[in-house]
């Protein structure tokens, strides 16, 4: 019998699972935003602060109560996703030493880096109390990119480096490159606009 593992073949199916998990979420993004612009005049849109509450409220002439609901949820599950993986990176820089050991302190009934969660999301909170919604939507966005960008660069060294272990999932050498060029020309198409270098 085998053992139950998440995954019985991880070199066909994480690639399999990351592509079609992208191609499925784009092809939402695309029907969501074709219906919103096919539903109402765009030049009406163009105006809203909240195009998808307003398309809501212009159909159904209700206040939009349930999307504004959904809306508040995901945001919710977006700042999750964010003080877990900040407070995996905190983690992982402490057990690296380039970051004070406090932070790579795991709970011992949990098993999890309560220290940098914490703190993580005290941070966050200090934050989002301090600074405007759309200012830090920005600084997230930005964050994100660069995140992104560094992460292809040192995919792209390692795997120039260091020789590949048998095993692992092998991806070409233009695949990184291309991910930190279109993370990096993302950061700066974005600081431009920010500066109003570039026509919104």
């Known amino acids: 019998m085998l053992p139950i ?3 019985r073949d991880p070199v ?3 690639p399999c699972a990351i592509l ?3 191609i499925v979420s784009s092809v939402l993004y695309f029907l969501v935003a074709l219906a919103v612009v096919l539903s109402a005049p765009v030049e009406a849109l163009a105006l809203s602060e909240a ?3 307003w398309l809501y409220a212009h159909l159904t002439g209700r206040e939009p109560l349930t999307i504004t ?3 508040l949820f995901a945001v919710i ?3 999750l996703i964010q003080i877990i993986m900040a407070s995996r990176v905190a983690y992982g820089m402490a057990r690296q030493g380039w970051l004070p050991s406090l932070f790579a302190r795991v709970s011992a009934t949990t098993r999890t880096p309560v220290v940098a969660t914490a703190s993580v999301a005290l941070l966050l909170l200090v934050l989002a109390l301090w600074l405007p919604l759309e200012t830090l939507a920005k600084a997230t966005s930005y964050f994100l990119l660069m995140v992104f960008t560094l992460v292809n660069l040192s995919l792209w060294r390692l795997k120039r480096e260091y020789v590949q272990p048998p095993g692992v999932i092998r991806i070409p050498h233009w695949v990184p490159v291309c991910g ?6 993302f950061v700066g198409v974005q600081g431009l606009l920010d500066l ?3 026509p919104g």
């Open 12 to 14: 066909r199916d994480l």
């Open 180 to 185: 930190c060029l279109a993370s990096a020309v």
């Open 69 to 71: 609901l959904i809306s």
């Open 77 to 79: 599950n977006g700042a």
């Open 51 to 53: 195009p998808l509450a």
């Open 196 to 198: 109003g270098l570039l």
């Open 5 to 7: 593992r998440e995954v």
């Open 20 to 22: 079609g998990a992208l």
